[in-house]
């Protein structure tokens, strides 16, 4: 079987791009039905926190830098701290407990 | 704001994803690189898909001389959560803003792009989205570029620092409105335990991570609107507060 390579990547951003562009371009209008309003206004908070817990905590080297790394994004995040700090702060968490625990 | 205030506002709260990414896609270019991929075809993947697992599966995929119509098949399942998250995106851009924008933007739905660009307050400028996406989409194709180049530039240690970038962004982001909200406090609660049931639970745990977000998505944002539907007036104090609580305000307070 003689397979393209291109022809695969083609497909690959094709389907990933038509999924993405159709309901940004087809709902233009502003919804008026409040349920489905209230319903898109929860997907982000819903989305962002089931990928976040508890896929963080088998993201780094061991579970303790993975725990330290949440804990501190949860702290900083809740004193209401920028995107970068809080992405930082929990990427220097990480990186000095698995100095410490050696790994 | 001018729209290159609003793209340089964007590129600033793409970094996280930036860093983020690279450490993702640094594994990707590993994995593309042992499929026997070239350099140019890697960074071409990432490029023209940017996104995570549909690219890990896609590689799998032409590893083993799928058919085209499964790497159709496979695209569209793993990545049916952009669709909903394209749905929330469509009523936050500007309507103001002309048809071509929303062409543009749909490059850049992903996870991260979309967490950061849909919950920053007001309406959403195209311009703050193609800062997010252009430093983004470096960060991504940059780390899918080292990894194939070679797998040992960046450290294990690194990489494994820089791995939760992104949870601890998507943290950034939920977390501040939730705190003077009790419904969205308990939405953010419910959804990480409602993830860590699928994750633990026999049969639960087969399904595929992106079905599992939809699922998730469906049953508790469906819920919620049903019980908590949100008041217009309401809506506007919550997009001023996400306006408030982001890096605009830590700007005001460091000049």
């Known amino acids: 079987m003689n397979h393209n390579i291109y022809i695969y990547i083609f497909v690959m951003a094709a389907v990933t791009y038509l999924i993405r562009m159709l309901p940004l371009t087809l709902i233009r209008k502003e919804i008026k039905s409040t349920y489905i309003k209230s319903f898109l206004y929860y997907v982000p908070?819903?989305?962002?926190?089931?990928?976040?817990?508890?896929?963080?905590?088998?993201?780094?080297a061991n579970i303790w830098s993975a725990l330290a790394g949440f804990?501190?994004?949860?702290?900083?995040?809740?004193?209401?701290?920028?995107?970068?700090?809080?992405?930082?702060?929990?990427?220097?968490?990480?990186?000095?407990?698995?100095l410490i625990t050696g790994l | 704001m001018t729209r290159r205030q609003y793209f340089t506002a964007g590129f600033k709260d793409g970094i996280p994803i930036c860093l983020g990414?690279?450490?993702?896609?640094?594994?990707?270019?590993?994995?593309?690189?042992?499929v026997g991929i070239s350099i140019f075809d890697a960074v071409l993947i990432s490029l023209t898909n940017v996104t995570s697992a549909g690219q890990f599966a896609g590689l799998s995929l032409i590893a083993s001389t799928a058919s085209y119509i499964e790497m159709a098949i496979t695209q569209l399942i793993i990545n049916l959560r952009y669709c909903l998250m394209s749905c929330a995106l469509s009523q936050k851009i500007d309507p103001e803003a002309p048809l071509f924008h929303r062409f543009l933007i749909a490059y850049g739905v992903t996870d991260e792009i979309f967490g950061v660009t849909v919950c920053k307050g007001g309406k959403l400028s195209p311009f703050y989205s193609y800062g997010v996406i252009f430093i983004s989409v470096f960060g991504w194709v940059f780390g899918t570029f080292l990894g194939i180049l070679s797998g040992n530039i960046l450290p294990a240690r690194v990489v494994s620092a820089l791995s939760v970038a992104l949870y601890g962004m998507f943290l950034a982001i939920i977390i501040p409105p939730a705190r003077n909200n009790r419904v969205l406090a308990g939405v953010v609660v419910i959804s990480m335990a409602a993830s860590f049931l699928f994750d633990k639970t026999p049969g639960l745990r087969n399904i595929s991570s992106g079905f599992r977000i939809?699922?998730?998505?469906?049953?508790?944002?469906g819920i919620a609107a049903y019980f908590f539907p949100v008041k217009e007036d309401e809506y506007d104090e919550l997009e001023e507060a996400g306006e408030l609580s982001d890096s605009t305000k830590e700007a005001h307070h460091e000049s």
């Open chain 2, 21 to 34: 990414y690279i450490a993702v896609s640094f594994t990707f270019g590993i994995m593309a690189k042992k």
């Open chain 2, 214 to 221: 939809i699922i998730i998505t469906l049953i508790i944002a």
């Open chain 1, 71 to 98: 804990i501190i994004a949860v702290f900083l995040a809740y004193r209401g701290k920028s995107l970068l700090k809080v992405s930082l702060f929990a990427c220097l968490g990480v990186f000095i407990v698995e």
């Open chain 1, 45 to 60: 908070y819903v989305t962002l926190a089931a990928m976040t817990f508890p896929a963080i905590l088998s993201a780094t």
